[in-house]
């Protein structure tokens, strides 16, 4: 039966496919470049389990959850993870030294032309770098996806950025300052805790929206969305570095600012394409952010998922490292033009209509 409710045909229509066949072939070839190149560098690719315990930790993040029968019937929650993250750093206390891995992720309450509720992430980690490394990472795999396309210029939402040109590289502090009038570190204590009073009135002043119940998280995140991350990526990639310590749950503080964590995201168009991370190796530390994550995903949406605890005791085993996650559907759109994330996945999830 055909899903009246359709907006337009499905993608295994011929004549669908047709149009998206050479998007998906570069897609491929994107990927098969990708791999030579980390092979090249001696990464070992590694396949991580779909299944996991926990699905991550990050409050606002969301999960498909499914459940494992024992013989005895019996039921345990398993998740399908968002990252492969837990899994990729519990192969680095286990001793490797440089992985790379394309998996299919899922996050739930995600759809839309960047989201799509399975996708595929690129994540990489180095023992023994700095994260500034990933930096030059991403600026070459930028360029190879353009080389491999056949591009000079990527486009979309009526931005432009050259994949060759050397990226911009600016603080949150510095982006608050320059696109909102808003000195963030003002309102962020030595020990990283955060005065969401202090916040409050910075914004109110720059004439921004605020509610009486938002946390100092979610006016940061308004002034993320509403003001800094549409002038990212205008003209050459930007790398928006040095987080908060209260927006990098996974990250290791800066050793010359406390306040601020060893995070960058990677912009192209206004598109967030990277997450990157000199990784947290306190497995008391990291335990604790993840109950305060895990209390504000209680807060907000009234759920929260269990810790990893394999996870944290691996924590404790693996060495200074650092790691970044693309994603990779977002790159190739980029790369080939395309419009919306579905153009680049060669068997769509089925479109769900809940009313």
């Known amino acids: 039966m055909i899903d009246s409710r359709r907006s337009s045909p499905p993608w295994w229509r011929a004549s669908v496919h047709a149009d998206r066949r050479p998007?998906?072939?570069?897609?491929?070839?994107?990927?098969?470049?990708?791999?030579a190149h980390f092979a090249e560098q001696d990464f070992v690719e590694v396949d991580t389990a779909t299944l996991q315990v926990s699905p991550g930790n990050e409050a606002h993040l969301h999960a498909f959850q499914t459940a494992a029968i024992g013989h005895d019937g019996s039921a345990v929650?398993?998740?399908?993870?968002?990252?492969?993250e837990f899994a990729c750093k519990k192969l680095l206390a286990a001793g490797e030294?440089?992985?790379?891995?394309f998996a299919h992720v899922y996050r739930n309450r995600e759809r839309g032309p960047l989201h799509h509720p399975e996708f595929t992430m690129l994540e990489w980690y180095r023992v023994g770098a700095g994260y500034e490394r990933l930096m030059q990472d991403c600026a070459d795999l930028i360029a190879l996806a353009a080389r491999t396309a056949g591009t000079q210029q990527f486009a979309y939402?009526?931005?432009t950025v050259d994949p060759f040109?050397?990226?911009?590289?600016?603080?949150v502090a510095d982006a608050f300052a320059r696109h909102a009038g808003i000195d963030l570190l003002a309102t962020i204590a030595?020990?990283?805790?955060t005065d969401r009073n202090a916040l409050f009135k910075q914004l109110q002043a720059a004439g921004m929206r605020v509610a009486e119940d938002d946390t100092w998280a979610d006016l940061f995140s308004r002034v993320i969305v509403e003001k800094v991350e549409p002038n990212l990526?205008?003209?050459?990639?930007?790398?928006?570095?040095r987080y908060?310590?209260?927006?990098a749950a996974l990250a290791r503080p800066c050793s010359d600012e406390p306040r601020v964590a060893e995070r960058f995201e990677v912009y192209a168009c206004g598109v967030e394409l990277a997450n990157a991370f000199g990784e947290l190796t306190d497995p008391a530390e990291q335990r604790r952010r993840f109950e305060a994550e895990m209390a504000e995903k209680q807060r907000v949406y009234g759920e929260t998922y269990p810790l990893d605890e394999d996870f944290l005791e691996a924590l404790a085993h693996m060495p200074e490292a650092s790691g970044i996650a693309l994603g990779f559907d977002r790159l190739v759109m980029l790369a080939t033009g395309a419009l919306r994330i579905e153009q680049v996945i060669w068997a769509p999830v089925a479109e769900t209509h809940l009313g």
């Open 23 to 35: 998007l998906l072939i570069g897609r491929n070839r994107i990927q098969a470049a990708f791999r």
């Open 77 to 84: 929650a398993l998740y399908l993870h968002t990252s492969p």
């Open 97 to 101: 030294p440089k992985i790379a891995c």
């Open 157 to 159: 939402g009526g931005k």
């Open 165 to 171: 040109a050397e990226p911009e590289r600016i603080s």
């Open 190 to 193: 030595a020990d990283g805790s």
């Open 233 to 241: 990526g205008i003209g050459r990639v930007t790398i928006l570095d």
């Open 244 to 247: 908060p310590v209260a927006e």
